[in-house]
């Protein structure tokens, strides 16, 4: 750009590689993190809502690895979800257990890493195959003789090759349960009108939750009408603007069911911007969304559950590594958790380091 | 034969660009949003309201921040994608210091802001001094920035924020809250600064022609080193107002939103090239993006087809852009 001396330049450059280089440690690649970084140390007793203490698995565990590989290495949810999973793994007696994570949604990334594990050892895998992507990552593994259990979105027996098993919270479930809540708070209130639906984006997951919410509405809560779900994307900003909209656009809304977990705090801005109370129910037991159900901002959240589904999925893998059956399905009850029913979520977060 | 047709055709195709009217953008673009904002308000009356008009403003405050120091940039033909990351890491940072350390909610502001400020300190360095490509630089303090973001929450939501600094991001005067009046400020100042002092005039000569800039004795190095800096502190407290407005500081926070700064300024006429463009048409890009977001969901267009109309948005301007470079060059 403008002329600088050789020696001069050369030492610049120097400073600068070593700069990004320090930068580069910093984040810009996607690392791999065990369980002492960025999620806490194992909890020597877990009975997070009556967990098992034992795998049932007839062989040991003893000098086998097991890894968590998941994309959003930076999103609290899957902080809970790796937490769960490390713990899971302790308890089932890995001699270590790592979580093989990338930053933001890159998912073809989180596979490299994956795949780089599996070429240095592993004895067994849990996935959050958020898509397609991981699935030949998954048979892959199956080829090297490692177990795969997944988690979080189900997916169907066959589509995913050499996938043992899987835990999920199942939206249909948790979709209907949101729409039962939502339609008996409006029917004691006497209020009648518009519901709104909003996804993070439409993901198989939500679809699902957002469609046996709209059915469920349908058949019990027939007065109440039930809007198409809207996108709300990532950024905060844009979502609130977008709900802002909504309850602009439709006068009379009275409720909403949001299926991401930003929701809560997106909605309590949106109803302080806007002036208007909704019965608002939407995810995640982060406890940033624990406070909004506490304070009134938000009705309700549902309680997927994030740390039960890996700590569960990290012993049936411990069973497949000893060839043991496992169940191809296991859905989890996901609950709707209101202001009264909040203390074992605090305690669960507390207990497992996550504040 | 053909060469005399080649010739014809491109004589042809001058003319027609010559006969593009050359109307500043901030005009056009003041004319479009009317334009569009009739067009929501036939197919929705609603959008026609007071709450609305907040809306797009409360929405267009923190984007709009950022947009500004682009825009600084984006004149000097520098660039700086580490925007986004720089929100979430200073908010993170700044939300640290109250709740953590349990320092006054005034300092958190102040971290914040240096924090943005270090980040685009470092990104001078390396583009300035070093002379590495910015596009690279800034694409790397993306990443770095949003890993520090990470190791510093520990991945976790910070909650639990003092009154002071929600009242920051959620305090009103008139309806409007006190980032829109800031945005307006800062805006303002801007464009005065651009227009008016020599450091403004500077920045344009540089972006049009660096090196006939720095024959002409323009300390350049400076001055982008000034730019970077300040597009890192506005970046900076942008974080820590959407931190206040919603309450929480989130590593995820401000993901993507460099996109959406650098669509605001190119839609408000700042050109890729550098050299053109003016802060108001920047801010006016800003409030396009936040309307056309808004009307459409008003209007209840399927929320899948959204970004298709971004999309759209996008090589429009960028197509204009060129269209006004080559009809000014003929």
């Known amino acids: ?355 | 034969m053909s060469t005399v047709h080649a010739t014809a055709e491109e004589q042809a195709r001058t003319v027609r660009v010559r006969r593009l009217p050359q109307v500043p953008v901030e005009v056009g673009l003041g004319a479009l949003l009317t334009v569009i904002v009739v067009m929501f308000t036939a197919l929705n009356s609603s959008f026609w309201s007071a709450s609305i008009l907040q809306a797009v403003l409360r929405a267009a405050a923190v984007a709009g921040l950022v947009v500004v120091g682009e825009t600084l940039l984006l004149i000097l033909k520098q660039i700086d994608l580490s925007v986004g990351s720089v929100v979430s890491l200073s908010a993170i940072v700044g939300c640290q210091l109250v709740t953590h350390y349990h320092l006054p909610w005034q300092l958190a502001v102040l971290g914040a802001l240096g924090v943005g400020m270090a980040v685009g300190a470092v990104n001078a360095l390396l583009v300035v001094w070093a002379r590495l490509p910015a596009l690279i630089v800034t694409l790397g303090t993306l990443y770095a920035t949003g890993g520090l973001s990470l190791v510093i929450s520990g991945g976790l939501q910070i909650s639990g924020l003092p009154e002071g600094l929600v009242g920051l991001g959620q305090s009103r005067l008139l309806g409007l809250p006190f980032a829109v009046y800031l945005l307006l400020a800062v805006v303002a100042v801007a464009h005065g600064v651009m227009n008016l002092t020599v450091f403004g005039k500077s920045a344009y000569a540089i972006g049009g022609n660096e090196r006939a800039a720095v024959r002409a004795g323009v300390p350049v190095r400076r001055y982008v080193t000034c730019a970077f800096i300040a597009s890192g502190g506005l970046a900076g407290l942008a974080g820590i107002l959407l931190a206040g407005r919603v309450g929480v500081a989130d590593p995820t926070q401000g993901q993507g939103l460099e996109l959406t700064v650098i669509t605001a300024a190119v839609v408000g006429g700042i050109s890729l090239f550098g050299g053109a463009g003016t802060m108001l048409g920047a801010f006016l890009g800003a409030v396009f993006i936040q309307v056309v977001t808004i009307g459409l969901v008003l209007v209840g267009l399927d929320s899948t087809l959204q970004p298709v109309a971004s999309g759209a948005l996008l090589i429009v301007a960028v197509a204009v852009d060129t269209l006004r470079r080559r009809a000014r060059r003929a």
């Open chain 1, 1 to 355: 750009m403008i002329g600088i001396s050789g020696k001069r330049q050369r030492r610049v450059l120097a400073a600068a590689a070593i700069a990004v280089l320090a930068l580069s440690a910093c984040g810009a690649e996607p690392a791999t993190t065990t369980g002492g970084s960025t999620v806490g140390p194992s909890a020597s007793n877990v009975d997070y809502f009556n967990l098992p203490t034992s795998t049932g698995a007839s062989c040991s565990m003893r000098g086998k690895k097991m890894i968590f590989v998941s994309v959003l290495r930076e999103n609290p949810v899957l902080q809970i979800m790796a937490q769960g999973a490390i713990d899971g793994a302790k308890k089932a007696g890995f001699a270590s257990e790592q979580w093989v994570a990338s930053q933001g949604f890159d998912e073809p990334g989180t596979v490299t890493l994956a795949t780089q594990s599996m070429a240095q050892g592993v004895d067994g895998i849990v996935v959050l195959a958020s898509s397609p992507t991981f699935y030949p990552m998954i048979a892959r593994a199956k080829a090297m003789g490692i177990p795969v259990i997944q988690t979080h979105s189900p997916i169907a027996k066959g589509e995913a090759p050499g996938l043992l098993g899987q835990f999920y919270p199942d939206p249909t479930s948790y979709g209907k349960a949101a729409a039962e809540a939502i339609g008996a708070r409006l029917k004691k209130a006497g209020k009648t009108g518009s519901i709104a639906i909003m996804q993070t984006s439409f993901i198989p997951n939500e679809n699902a939750a957002a469609k046996a919410f709209t059915e469920t509405m349908k058949a019990e809560y027939p007065q109440q009408q039930v809007l198409a779900p809207v996108a709300e994307g990532g950024d905060s900003s844009k979502a609130i603007a977008t709900e802002t909209s909504l309850v602009q656009a439709h006068q009379d809304l009275v409720a909403a069911f949001d299926t991401s977990g930003n929701g809560p705090v997106n909605w309590a801005t949106t109803q302080k911007d806007t002036g208007r109370q909704l019965v608002v129910i939407s995810m995640d037991y982060a406890k940033a969304n624990l406070e909004l159900v506490k304070s009134g901002s938000i009705f309700g959240i549902v309680a997927q559950p994030l740390y039960q589904e890996h700590y569960l999925a990290a012993f049936a893998l411990a069973k497949a590594i000893c060839r043991d059956p496992v169940a191809y399905d296991n859905p989890l009850s996901a609950p709707i958790v209101e202001r009264t029913r909040l203390a074992p979520y605090y305690e669960l977060l507390s207990k497992v380091n996550i504040h």
